[in-house]
């Protein structure tokens, strides 16, 4: 059964790291190319269909969306990378933005790579996995999108992604935020979330020993 959340809210939208909330709740931040569906992803994880905003085009998220999640965690959007008709600007921008937050935060506790099922990922997400590992973070990857193929399509692509990505099939997590029987798999991404806290709290408590 999918848990319930009493009042997941957007807190803001961040441009730069003095707006970011001064809270002691952990976060985990979303990070995947435009128009990849993380706004569902979220939207699905609370059993909302607008706490986040689904655009009809890619690149509309261009800086850190927080999310509260009844105070136990944070969900953190970032800007989805790789979209074409960014400016120079922009994309150096970006790549301030989710330079600082990823390496001054401290109260990022893992990663969320989220990947269309549909695609081999790109350079970019395999720069981010490796990025994550350099810092020590926790992460897993979502596969969304999983209603557009069958099942035995979704099977052989989350081997290729797996393959690509040099991940573990395990820390593959296949989604569909179309698909009103996905609870299992929702919640699946909830115990994926769980389990990174626990390792950030386990290796806190060595670095403390």
């Not at 509260?68 to 965690?73: A, Q, R, S, V, Y």
């Not at 933005?97 to 790579?113: A, M, P, Q, W």
């Not at 926790?138 to 797996?162: E, G, H, N």
Request: hydrophobic share 40%.
């Amino acid at each position: 059964m999918l848990r319930k959340f009493k009042n997941p809210r957007h807190v803001i939208t961040a441009n730069d790291a003095t707006q970011w909330p001064t809270t002691i709740i952990p976060e985990v931040v979303m990070t995947g190319r435009s128009n990849v569906g993380k706004s569902s992803l979220i939207n699905s994880m609370v059993s909302r269909r607008a706490l986040a905003y689904v655009g009809s085009r890619p690149g509309k998220t261009r800086f850190l969306n927080f999310y509260n999640i009844d105070d136990e965690i944070m969900i953190v959007d970032a800007p989805g990378y790789g979209y074409a008709q960014r400016s120079r600007d922009e994309i150096m921008n970006y790549g301030v933005i989710v330079d600082e937050y990823f390496s001054t935060r401290e109260n990022l506790k893992g990663c969320i790579i989220v990947l269309d099922i549909r695609h081999l990922p790109s350079k970019q997400d395999i720069v981010m996995k490796k990025y994550a590992e350099a810092l020590g973070l926790p992460y897993f990857a979502v596969l969304t999108k999983a209603d557009k193929l069958s099942r035995q399509q979704q099977l052989k692509q989350r081997k290729l992604i797996a393959a690509a990505m040099e991940m573990p099939e395990d820390a593959l997590i296949t989604h569909s935020s179309e698909d009103v029987e996905d609870d299992a798999d929702t919640e699946t991404v909830w115990a994926m979330v769980d389990n990174m806290l626990q390792i950030d709290a386990s290796f806190e408590d060595e670095e403390e020993n």
